[in-house]
């Protein structure tokens, strides 16, 4: 039995029936999943039937932080947020960093599941045992940085740690998100999830400690870890920094950094007017999540005009993209702006921005008129227009009604032949790397189980040539699907499941992560772990999770890519006439379903590869 | 000697030197001032030399709290802030409550003074005895409740209560104010002498308790204070579900409500549109000053339009005049989004909320055009308008920098005979009180040493109808002078030296104040007290505030009303056709001085006045 790292409790939450049940954590389920996304997973395959309205009662929403959170493992405050997602019909993760994380492992929780829905807005407080259900009406239609106040002051303790949804979630866009302190839980509407159960916020304080199993063992194990940080020539020289921003710059060199709703990558320039440096005269200062020496997130304030004197947490590079190069909009200031504006509204900036640009592409093609967008200038650049769609979309109104959903269902509703202009996959909105001259990247996207998902699965060896495990072309499609394997499992398991952030890999220890991660659950949890069985806890959550989204119905033909992709070539730039083709994608999607022991007629899953990672409950349940 | 309520300690911070010094706090200090606004007063005349610039490196700016701040006393978590005003030139005081004014005491300081200029961006953190410097340019720039959780961040310490300027104080509009959570200290443009001394924040934090002299008399007078607030049939029942946006509805009755600049008071109807119950449908909560059993202050969420979702603490009924009815704003959601945005910039809402509608007036006349408003249509009730100039106003940006020092400065600025348009008394814009039909009011605004401020000798008599100290007609001019006087020094005694909460006066213990605070002085303190001699420090303190404005040249013109009060008769509604003449104000002045024991002619205060207050030097130097 582990001895340290978890807390061994799981808090079930039910809004229905305002009751609060503790539960142990199985031991097998720390050992077969480690913690994080593959504890969310796990809950979400198994107490959630397939066809389950994702924003009906029977959707669950599951917090679950690993067992190096708030053990003192730099870069381990952590936890995913699970649920099947309303914006795509598959899994749902999410994860967000900060202190929030912690704080639930002081509280005394692993993970917390919540169920059913409230009869009326509500917030659900827990200091340590003591789990409360609190009126929240008065709180509905707050922001978020608002109502973490609003209920830090009635809980009367500051160092409460929030997590909230905003007007987005209440009004149950498909791109709202989750916000603690100025960190949001993006991406899937997951906002939407905790909006429809009528959650406004969980709130949380603790004061136990996480116990070690060897101290010894974890003193060994977290100097290696530190030593790699130091060792870095990225980590603290640049990216503490600067942060994800450094990597537009790159982006804009290789020519893969998407522009205008995907018709001008390579053709944005100057990319330095969004880029690192540009991005580096507004910053303020910096933020830790809990036990982090590096700090990569950037405070910055917008200095110009209208927009002077707007601090935000970030933008990330996915937002210099999303609400910049991605809209047009070639200045910082309304960046800053919007990035703000998205997170007190609780809103997704990659899916928001995305699908901004759909719109704006429809508009400046004559497929949109001003009639449909309220009387608003849509067009490409018009940051004042982005930024009050943003808020249209938020509260449902207008045009931000058609577009609160997301690109795909924007199409649907728009018709005329317009889902070639929405950019995402499986209902996911694309993040900021152009797969045509990225093709790992590409198969990524397509298979990748949340949809187009940056997180998970991300090539970083396409992006910045470090030759781990081995060296790739980034515009060939030759062993992409060895590479994509290799890549989800890796990062499923260490930053998923320990969950830890994905810097740490990227840059510090992106070839030995399953051995520190191996190292560090013996000495923390007294579990042993070979590095082998760490990369198979990762194989098996994408199985599952796979299985998961098989279950609900999708198919080999969900595994696929916006058709700009596969057949427009990239207009402009470095990686000019590059192209990712509908035979590349299938060539490579062949060697990863075999390679992944699936079938690869269909993409699902074997009973052999299923049974191997012990999941043969799954296999009866597929039918396979 | 004090064995209790004191924390006995001064500390002096010298920003040019970057030196602190701990001082005693003399008994005879205490015992002659109480605290608060007597404290500042006094270092203000003893320490800042006439004709100082109020924005040059040798005024200084003193935080005080009073021997009841964080002894549990009801209502008494408060501190003032004083200034030489650079709107006025004369003594600048306001008060805010809050959090921070009792963490002050519990950090073990009665007193700041702050001397000196930094020579770049700094904010000082004071966690008890542990006073530090820290460089501030990071955080110049952010708007107030951004900077408030920078510092928090930075000092690793949620519950540190910080007081800071936003960008108004940054770019010296003299009409700045300081934000502590949502909490002004408004008026005078002390935020301005903040800024000057590139100070951006003080943050406090301690662990101490206030000392009690008396157990047993402590029981008591707390006792006393809290029976008469259940026995008040306003305080509880109407007061904290409202706050003071219930005087609109009374102000709209009364015809005394101020609209588009003064010009259609009686005439903005239905005033029900932003009143009390308009206000009420969209609280959402409410805050408590520390140990504050009322919590008037609302939390409220706007609902419409583009303004949908923002929060703001207030707005209170000064603002409800001020950014509504004074610039022709007819409903909740602007004033609580300008309300909002003014405390993020750190602008006084009712010098701003009032310049700008005196910039309306001359707009509408047409000795404005839209050359002179950067574009912008500043016709009365153009609410996006007033929100558009609030930020420039911070910002010193275009027509912001010609409005920045208030409406005096902007008239002399524009010339053409506009100052006959600026509703302001030595410089400081009028609060939402028509004196024409509430005459004690204005003989209060006329003869208040800090300019027309609602703060200093409200006549609640006038509006509420209270007959205490005796009864009153608002419409006459008879006995204002006694009446007034009375005001002012209970108001001064007990509101702003103990300090404690104006509306415990006009709800509770109208008739009883100053004994409340004689038995609570004795009991927390163990300085022995008689009513007589708490009404006397009130004196005191005007007396040496008004020698303060003496020795600054001001006279007895300065103790006027604008023009268009004593000349044109209210235009509309249940006052219509009252006028307060020359002749009135005249009448009440000289009625005034000479209760007041001062030289009828000139209006400066007697030798023998001075002498029977204890204050010959102050004699000594005004060479009478």
């Given at each position: 039995?582990y001895?340290?790292?978890?807390t061994g409790k ?5 809004l ?8 142990p ?6 050992r077969?999943f480690?913690g994080?996304a ?5 809950y ?6 397939p ?5 009906g ?16 493992i730099?870069c ?6 699970t ?11 999410a994860?967000?960093?900060g202190?929030?994380?912690?704080e639930?492992?002081?509280a005394?929780?692993d ?5 059913g829905?409230a009869d009326?807005?509500?917030y659900v ?13 008065h ?9 973490q106040?609003?209920?830090?002051n009635?809980?009367r303790?500051?160092?409460?740690r929030?997590?909230c ?7 149950l866009?498909k ?5 603690n302190e100025r ?7 997951l ?7 009528n ?35 990225v ?6 920094h600067?942060?994800?921003?450094m990597?537009?710059?790159?982006a ?5 950094l998407p522009?205008?709703n ?9 990319v ?18 809990h036990?982090?020496p ?8 917008a ?9 935000t ?5 996915e937002?210099?993209?999303s609400?910049?190069?991605g ?7 309304p960046i800053?702006?919007?990035?703000r504006?998205c ?9 928001a ?8 592409e ?8 001003r ?7 849509l067009?490409?650049?018009n940051?004042?227009?982005?930024l009050q ?14 577009l ?45 189980y949340t949809?187009?998902?940056h997180?998970?699965?991300y090539a ?13 072309d980034?515009?060939?499609?030759d062993?992409?699907g ?5 890549n989800?499992?890796?990062r499923t398991?260490t ?6 952030c994905a810097?740490?890999?990227d840059?510090?220890?992106?070839a ?10 013996e000495?923390v949890?007294g579990?042993?772990?070979t590095?082998e ?5 990762g194989?098996?959550v ?47 999607l062949?060697?990863?379903y075999a ?5 690869v ?5 074997t ?11 799954v ?6």
């Amino acid at each position: 039995m582990y001895s340290g790292g978890y807390t061994g409790k799981v808090l079930r939450i039910n809004l229905t029936h305002k009751t609060t049940r503790a539960e142990p954590l199985p031991e097998e389920l720390a050992r077969n999943f480690i913690g994080g996304a593959g504890f969310g997973i796990k809950y979400l395959f198994d107490e959630v039937k397939p066809g389950t309205d994702p924003l009906g009662s029977d959707n669950i929403l599951v917090f679950a932080a690993g067992p190096f959170t708030g053990a003192g493992i730099p870069c381990a405050s952590r936890m995913s947020v699970t649920a099947k997602s309303p914006l795509t019909g598959a899994v749902g993760v999410a994860l967000s960093g900060g202190e929030f994380p912690t704080e639930l492992k002081f509280a005394g929780w692993d993970v917390i599941i919540v169920e059913g829905k409230a009869d009326k807005p509500t917030y659900v407080s827990i200091l340590g045992q003591d789990v409360k259900f609190h009126d929240a009406r008065h709180t509905w239609g707050t922001l978020t940085f608002d109502c973490q106040q609003l209920v830090k002051n009635e809980l009367r303790d500051q160092n409460v740690r929030v997590c909230c949804i905003g007007p987005a979630g209440e009004h149950l866009s498909k791109m709202a998100c989750l916000v603690n302190e100025r960190r949001a839980v993006g991406r899937k509407g997951l906002g939407a999830v905790m909006g429809s159960k009528n959650l406004k916020a969980l709130a949380v304080r603790g004061t136990d400690t996480v116990a070690i199993d060897s101290a010894q063992k974890y003193k060994v194990g977290r100097s290696e870890l530190l030593q790699a940080f130091k060792a870095s020539p990225v980590l603290y020289p640049e990216f503490s920094h600067h942060g994800t921003p450094m990597v537009t710059d790159l982006a804009g060199a290789l020519g893969v950094l998407p522009a205008k709703n995907w018709t001008a990558t390579g053709a944005f320039v100057p990319v330095e007017g969004i880029g690192r440096d540009a991005q580096a005269t507004r910053i303020v200062g910096r933020e830790h999540c809990h036990d982090c020496p590096v700090g990569c997130s950037q405070l910055k304030v917008a200095q110009t005009g209208e927009y002077a004197g707007i601090l935000t947490e970030g933008p990330d590079f996915e937002t210099v993209y999303s609400l910049g190069s991605g809209v047009g909009v070639d200045r910082v200031d309304p960046i800053i702006a919007a990035d703000r504006l998205c997170d007190e509204l609780g809103l997704d900036t990659i899916s928001a921005g995305v699908t901004i640009s759909f719109a704006m592409e429809l508009y400046e093609k004559g497929l949109f008129t001003r009639a449909d967008t309220d009387g608003i200038d849509l067009r490409f650049g018009n940051d004042q227009a982005m930024l009050q769609v943003l808020r249209k979309i938020a509260y449902r109104d207008g045009v931000g009604d058609l577009l609160a959903d997301g690109s795909r269902a924007a199409a649907k509703r728009i018709g005329e032949g317009t889902e070639k202009y929405a950019m995402h996959v499986k209902g996911l909105e694309l993040p900021g790397y152009d797969v045509r001259a990225l093709k790992g990247h590409g198969l990524g996207f397509a298979t990748a189980y949340t949809g187009a998902d940056h997180c998970r699965g991300y090539a970083f060896q396409e992006v910045f040539g470090v030759p781990v495990p081995w060296h790739v072309d980034r515009l060939s499609t030759d062993g992409k699907g060895k590479l994509t394997i290799w890549n989800q499992d890796v990062r499923t398991a260490t930053l998923d499941c320990a969950p830890m952030c994905a810097f740490l890999l990227d840059m510090a220890v992106p070839a030995t992560a399953c051995q520190n991660t191996a190292t560090l659950m013996e000495a923390v949890t007294g579990l042993s772990f070979t590095p082998e069985q760490v990369l198979q806890v990762g194989e098996r959550v994408n199985n599952l999770a796979k299985a998961f989204n098989v279950r609900e119905g999708l198919t080999r033909a969900d595994d696929t890519l916006p058709e700009r992709l596969l057949t427009e070539p990239l207009p402009a730039g470095a990686s000019k006439g590059n192209v990712l083709s509908r035979a590349d994608l299938n060539k490579m999607l062949d060697e990863y379903y075999a390679l992944r022991g699936w079938d690869v007629r269909t993409g699902v899953p074997t009973r052999q590869k299923l049974t191997d990672l012990g999941l043969a409950y799954v296999a009866d349940q597929l039918g396979v």
